[in-house]
């Protein structure tokens, strides 16, 4: 069957890694993809939208407020403005030049990541706090709490906090610190998501706001994400993002995101606004989030271990590699196949393997992770019900050529 990519000339893979953003995300539920075809056929204010879809998300997270943005990643960055600024247009006018206001983002050193060039383009400097030799093998220990309680000062803007199961200190610690001293707490948990719980979990645990992904398991658009949490800082990081190209005297922002009384003046375009969303993906997002909030759980994983299973049985007989399906203690909403290859007797390593699953047809692309342990990794999240056998093939192929 064609397809539109095949016109472009773009090859489509077999995509065994799961919502990875080079892979292109997931692929949609028809719901969400004719809810964006519907969103495109009008027109609307983009602030009113927004303002409604507050409301959905504040009702399945908990929070005050939420803002649908264009993936976790924006989402960090405009709540980093948003605790930079509070709700002084001048300020906001100013980012990433922070004169006058607190301009430094703590985080534990075994948080840092890459994705946080979205915290430090608002301007702050990010403080890493602690050392965590638990990593090195050298020690057992990461940062602690009072750690981060001592390096709060006044040029304190905010504590990032990136939520994994293996995350220390514990989330609750850290909120306790920062709130005895009137600091905010970011949580990022872009890939959170399963468990459901976890959309009110961070809310629960006291952050002040987190930033999921739209495009990870939720399903929606692999452009959107969301941000939620205190009502006044939802508030700053939506006047940081939306368009503000217009006459003061025509400004009408909805009461429920914006309280323009608060303001004294309306703020211009914001370091958000490169990150636009648009009313296709804000829509396609709150229909894919209605979806993953009223699937049940366990039959939500009951589907993903269905195909798991699958690709297991398709590797029965495989020469020189074990499939093995594993419910990770840490991840067990999420049955993944870890593939031990015998390297020797292969006469190639699974690093090798994963390259030439690769590079062949069809392209298939599996999760490299554990490939130093000899283990290549296949999640379900982005598969196809009939991919798994296709992989088992595949995977007969290239393992029995070696034989
Ligand atoms: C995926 C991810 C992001 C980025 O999410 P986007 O929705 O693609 O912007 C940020 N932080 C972490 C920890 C992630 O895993």
């Not at 204010?45 to 998300?57: K, R, T």
């Not at 948003?82 to 247009?89: E, H, K, N, Q, S």
């Amino acid at each position: 069957m064609s397809n539109i990519y095949e016109k472009l000339g773009v090859r489509t893979v077999i995509n065994a890694v799961g919502p990875a953003t080079r892979l292109s995300g997931g692929v949609m539920r028809p719901e969400v993809a004719d809810a964006m075809r519907q969103a495109s056929q009008h027109c609307v204010d983009m602030a009113e939208l927004q303002a409604a879809a507050s409301a959905v998300i504040a009702r399945l997270t908990g929070a005050e407020a939420g803002y649908v943005t264009s993936g976790a990643a924006a989402g960090l960055l405009i709540g980093t403005a948003a605790c930079v600024t509070g709700l002084d247009p001048l300020a906001m006018n100013r980012l990433p030049d922070t004169t006058g206001r607190p301009d430094e983002v703590l985080i534990p050193r075994s948080h840092r990541n890459f994705y946080d060039h979205a915290i430090r383009t608002t301007g702050v400097k990010l403080i890493e706090v602690g050392i965590a030799d638990r990593f090195s093998g050298a020690g057992v220990r990461d940062t602690e709490a009072w750690e981060i309680a001592a390096a709060i000062g006044p040029r304190t803007a905010a504590v990032c906090y990136v939520a994994y199961g293996h995350s220390l200190p514990p989330l609750e610690q850290v909120v306790q610190v920062a709130h005895t001293a009137n600091v905010p707490v970011i949580v990022d948990a872009a890939g959170q998501l399963p468990p459901a719980a976890n959309l009110r979990h961070f809310i629960d645990s006291g952050a002040d706001l987190v930033a999921f992904s739209g495009g990870k398991a939720i399903g929606g658009p692999q452009s959107s994400g969301i941000l939620c949490g205190r009502r006044d800082l939802v508030s700053a990081a939506a006047l940081q993002h939306l368009d503000q190209d217009i006459l003061p005297e025509l400004w009408r922002p909805p009461a429920a995101l914006i309280d323009r009384e608060r303001l004294p003046g309306a703020p211009q375009h914001g370091i958000g606004r490169p990150c636009k969303v648009g009313k296709e993906e804000i829509v396609g997002l709150l229909t894919a989030l209605e979806l993953f909030a009223a699937e049940d759980p366990e039959a939500r994983r009951e589907r993903w271990q269905a195909l798991m299973t699958n690709l297991v049985e398709a590797c029965r007989n495989l020469p020189h590699a074990h499939a093995q399906l594993v419910r990770d203690r840490k991840r067990p909403e999420i049955p993944v196949v870890h593939l031990d290859v015998d390297e020797e007797a292969a006469g190639m390593t699974a690093l090798e393997l994963v390259a030439q699953l690769q590079d062949g047809t069809p392209c298939i692309h599996a999760n490299p992770s554990d490939v130093r342990d000899g283990r290549v990794i296949f999640g379900p999240l982005c598969l196809q019900p009939h991919e798994p056998e296709q992989i088992g093939r595949r995977l007969h192929q290239v393992l029995g050529q070696q034989a």
